[in-house]
């Protein structure tokens, strides 16, 4: 099982910037579909950016514009650009890792998660 560590979580006013990272252990996951996950109080989670193998992105409607999810095949990374943050943004996001190289199937590996606070 491939393990995936995330950071570059933190706490920031509305308006600005943060960089998440995430680090796969094994290359293999550079194949697969990814996506950045935010978790909900009651431990739901929703997509909120996904990546292809062929570095097609998708994204939640409300981060559109906004955010931007990349690869890093070299480095075993997966990124995501949060631009002007708004308290809504708040939450724990999680890396995943999809079952398949497109992103329409299932998830079969998560990170522990990095916080993002967004102030007013």
């Known amino acids: 099982q491939v393990q995936l560590v995330e950071s570059g979580g933190g706490s920031v006013q509305a308006g600005g910037s943060l960089r998440l990272s995430c680090i796969a252990s094994r290359d293999t996951a550079n194949r697969d579909c990814m996506g950045w996950f935010r978790q909900a109080p009651d431990n739901e989670r929703e997509e909120v950016a996904s990546i292809d193998s062929l570095r097609r992105t998708a994204y939640k409607d409300s981060v559109k514009g906004r955010f931007t999810i990349s690869r890093d095949s070299s480095q075993n990374a997966l990124f995501l650009q949060m631009n002007d943050l708004k308290p809504e943004d708040t939450g724990m996001y999680l890396c995943?890792?999809?079952?398949?190289?497109?992103?329409?199937?299932?998830?079969?590996?998560w990170g522990q998660g990095t916080q993002v606070n967004v102030t007013a």
């Open positions: 995943a890792k999809g079952y398949w190289a497109n992103c329409d199937g299932r998830f079969n590996a």
